[in-house]
């Protein structure tokens, strides 16, 4: 099967790519988690069993 | 891109997704410049507004908007890069650079105006929400799409668009809409237009270029510049109606009378350069001062605000 090889360039801007989505993933992740306790609050450790 | 049939290259089913934009040409689908005055304004009636925000929330609001207003400026940038590559200011965009392919920037806009609008909607409000939708399509649709190329008034009733950042952040606290935040939008809204036909005469040869019927191309420069001074006379007035409303101070209105004097004063220099003048220094004068008002305007009402919040706490 052919295969494309990315140039230099190509592969930079790819890592450059990769690592932008990370951090803003990451960062998500963090505030979802935070904007949940700020929005249920303390009584989301309060559930009846 | 070289073809191989070397194991770790990509297969060539995938040479679609092979793209040589990075992360900053991302960045820049959302018009960081635009962004950075969506932030600004929306945080300043988020601010004004009577009432209390969580500051997490708060800051969730502000970045749903910002990324609302970028999303709305990657599907400006999809839908115009065929006449962006004909303008010098534009032509180094992403897509008309070819460094992204339009699909990929239609996707990534249409995705970040769906997360955007239901990231605010569920940890805000859905007013804001439906504030932000309706802002997102009155930008990429309304104007973008219809008014741009068919009427040289496309940036007034367009400016819109740029005008509710501050009705949102105000919706975001107090769920509502109100006098107060109608007249903020006012500001804006009557600003747009002297801010960009000070931009459209110097760049006219540009827009005339691309077949955009600007107000400079269509009725000449002679109107355009009546119309200047009309549009910043009734941004100066604007700028003091929070003071005569009553929510901001003396301080701030004298601030704000002094600043529109000045852009009155400006726009009166364009309407006397003489018309076919090359230079235009005049008009970039104005442009370049547009800014620095509508910044200065804004960032006085914020301090009014916030010294007014802070003595009414009784500190």
């Not at chain 2, 997490?56 to 609302?68: D, K, R, Y």
Request: charged share 15%; proline share 5%.
């Amino acid at each position: 099967m052919d295969h494309v090889e990315l140039t230099e360039q190509q592969k930079k801007a790819r890592r450059s790519r990769s690592l932008a989505l990370g951090v803003v993933l990451a960062l998500l992740a963090v505030l979802f988690y935070v904007v949940t306790i700020i929005k249920v609050g303390p009584g989301i450790f309060n559930r009846p069993l | 891109m070289a073809m191989t049939n070397e194991p770790d290259a990509l297969a060539v089913a995938d040479s679609a997704l092979v793209l040589d934009g990075d992360a900053g040409d991302f960045f820049a689908l959302l018009k960081p410049r635009v962004m950075s005055l969506v932030v600004f304004t929306a945080l300043v009636g988020l601010l004004m507004a009577p009432g209390e925000i969580h500051p997490v929330i708060g800051f969730i609001a502000i970045l749903s908007i910002a990324v609302g207003a970028g999303a709305s400026g990657a599907l400006n940038m999809w839908y115009d890069a065929d006449i962006d590559i004909l303008m010098d200011r534009t032509a180094k965009r992403p897509i008309p650079a070819g460094r992204i392919p339009a699909d990929t920037v239609l996707a990534f806009g249409l995705f970040l105006s769906v997360f955007s609008v239901a990231t605010l909607g569920l940890t805000v409000n859905l007013l804001s929400a439906g504030l932000l939708a309706f802002t997102i399509f009155f930008y990429a649709v309304v104007y973008t799409m219809w008014l741009k190329r068919s009427t040289p008034h496309n940036i007034v009733i367009g400016g819109a668009a740029g005008a509710f950042p501050p009705i949102i952040g105000w919706a975001c606290v107090t769920n509502s809409i109100s006098l107060e935040s109608i007249a903020l939008f006012a500001i804006i809204f009557l600003w747009t237009p002297a801010h960009f036909w000070a931009l459209a005469l110097f760049k006219s040869d540009d827009y005339g270029r691309a077949g955009i019927p600007m107000l400079p191309n269509v009725a000449g420069e002679r109107a355009t510049k009546n119309q200047i001074v009309l549009y910043a006379a009734l941004t100066a007035v604007s700028g003091v109606v929070p003071a005569i409303m009553g929510f901001a101070g003396v301080t701030y209105g004298v601030i704000a009378a002094v600043l529109g004097a000045a852009f009155v004063w400006y726009s009166v220099q364009v309407w006397r350069m003489a018309d076919g003048d090359k230079k235009m220094v005049p008009a970039k004068k104005l442009f370049a001062y547009s800014l620095l008002y509508l910044f200065a305007v804004f960032s006085a009402l914020l301090i009014d605000a916030l010294v007014a919040k802070f003595f009414s706490a009784g500190v």
